[in-house]
């Protein structure tokens, strides 16, 4: 086990050295330069300046190496908008956007587990129609407008859940952030469920196949045991790969969820720091979130051998 976590944690640090620079070189060479640069007011000697006090006239390597250099020393730049260090910019976004993932995909989990062996134990029946019409569901509608029909519906009309933000002004109580969370996290949950609905009831439906689980229920098992002791454990594999596939899109994607509830997290931060052309917190928050999405797709491998 301790060669194979030091195999991976090297592999995973080759990893975030090739997406970083991949990154680097998409967010340099896009066109339009940073935003400090698209002054209406600035003259060409001042952006010709002001490219050289930047460093942008360099090649693109020189420009990376010269990053990496400072992130290696834990300097993740100076963000051009907001004129505050990248690293306290990130981490100030960092944790909405691990508590709106964890509650997205704690709600998903819970409900697509046992909605899936529930479909798998009564196959074509009423219920296993109503996990494919919930999959189906959660597979098709757009992120962006079923988020705006909830706040439309719940917080306008309805008035039961706040349209959008982590707190009320003046408010920076528990409560009040669950009440924030509610929505955000309903309409992540909900939209990643589908996939782990699948993977589990087909999942199921081989192992509830298998010689073993016949042999429990012949030794006289409780069928809630026979499903969840024997037949779910090992069925979870498959279930933990769709999981781990999510995590990606939980923690570097919910973009368009944080956008349309104004959740302060590090997707939001994303999106505003593309339309400000603010390359250093996109190349901060890019490290950070690719950080994130590959120690916990280390985690979801070491979790196998258990499971196995």
């Given at each position: 086990?301790?060669?194979?976590?030091?195999?991976?944690?090297?592999?995973?640090?080759?990893?975030?050295?090739?997406?970083?620079?991949?990154?680097?070189?998409?967010?340099?060479?896009?066109?339009?330069?940073?935003?400090?640069?698209?002054?209406?007011?600035?003259?060409?000697?001042?952006?010709?300046?002001?490219?050289?006090?930047?460093?942008?006239?360099?090649?693109?390597?020189?420009?990376?190496?010269?990053?990496?250099?400072?992130?290696?020393?834990?300097?993740?730049?100076?963000?051009?908008?907001?004129?505050?260090?990248?690293?306290?910019?990130?981490?100030?976004?960092?944790?909405?956007?691990?508590?709106?993932?964890?509650?997205?995909?704690?709600?998903?989990?819970l409900t697509a587990i046992p909605l899936g062996v529930a479909s798998a134990?009564?196959?074509?029946?009423?219920?296993?129609?109503?996990?494919?019409?919930?999959?189906?569901?959660?597979?098709?509608?757009?992120?962006?407008?079923?988020?705006?029909?909830?706040?439309?519906?719940?917080?306008?009309?309805?008035?039961?859940?706040?349209?959008?933000?982590?707190?009320?002004?003046?408010?920076?109580?528990?409560?009040?952030?669950?009440?924030?969370?509610?929505?955000?996290?309903f309409v992540l949950g909900t939209t990643n469920m589908a996939p782990i609905?699948?993977?589990?009831?087909?999942?199921?439906?081989?192992?509830?196949?298998?010689?073993?689980?016949?042999?429990?229920?012949?030794?006289?098992?409780?069928?809630?045991?026979?499903?969840?002791?024997?037949?779910?454990?090992?069925?979870?594999?498959?279930?933990?790969?769709?999981?781990?596939?999510?995590?990606?899109?939980?923690?570097?994607?919910?973009?368009?969820?944080?956008?349309?509830?104004?959740?302060?997290?590090?997707?939001?931060?994303?999106?505003?720091?593309?339309?400000?052309?603010?390359?250093?917190?996109?190349?901060?928050?890019?490290?950070?979130?690719?950080?994130?999405?590959?120690?916990?797709?280390?985690?979801?491998?070491?979790?196998?051998?258990?499971?196995?």
């Open positions: 086990m301790a060669r194979y976590l030091t195999r991976r944690l090297i592999e995973t640090v080759v990893l975030l050295v090739v997406v970083s620079m991949v990154s680097f070189a998409l967010i340099l060479t896009a066109p339009g330069g940073p935003s400090i640069l698209m002054d209406p007011n600035a003259t060409a000697q001042d952006i010709a300046r002001m490219r050289t006090l930047l460093g942008l006239d360099d090649p693109l390597y020189v420009q990376y190496w010269r990053w990496l250099a400072q992130v290696l020393r834990g300097n993740l730049g100076v963000s051009m908008n907001i004129g505050r260090p990248v690293y306290d910019v990130v981490m100030q976004s960092l944790p909405p956007t691990l508590l709106l993932s964890v509650a997205g995909l704690g709600l998903a989990v134990v009564r196959r074509y029946s009423v219920t296993d129609h109503l996990s494919a019409a919930v999959s189906l569901f959660g597979v098709s509608i757009p992120v962006f407008w079923y988020g705006l029909m909830l706040i439309v519906l719940v917080s306008i009309k309805v008035k039961l859940f706040p349209a959008g933000g982590m707190y009320a002004p003046g408010t920076t109580s528990t409560a009040d952030l669950l009440h924030h969370l509610v929505l955000p996290a609905v699948r993977y589990t009831r087909s999942s199921m439906l081989t192992v509830l196949r298998e010689d073993y689980v016949r042999t429990a229920r012949a030794k006289g098992l409780a069928e809630i045991h026979v499903r969840y002791g024997h037949a779910l454990r090992n069925a979870l594999i498959p279930v933990v790969t769709a999981i781990g596939l999510r995590l990606p899109l939980l923690v570097g994607g919910a973009a368009v969820t944080e956008t349309v509830f104004s959740w302060p997290g590090m997707g939001n931060l994303a999106v505003n720091a593309a339309f400000q052309r603010d390359h250093s917190t996109l190349m901060g928050v890019t490290l950070v979130v690719s950080a994130v999405v590959v120690l916990s797709n280390l985690f979801i491998d070491v979790l196998y051998v258990y499971l196995d």
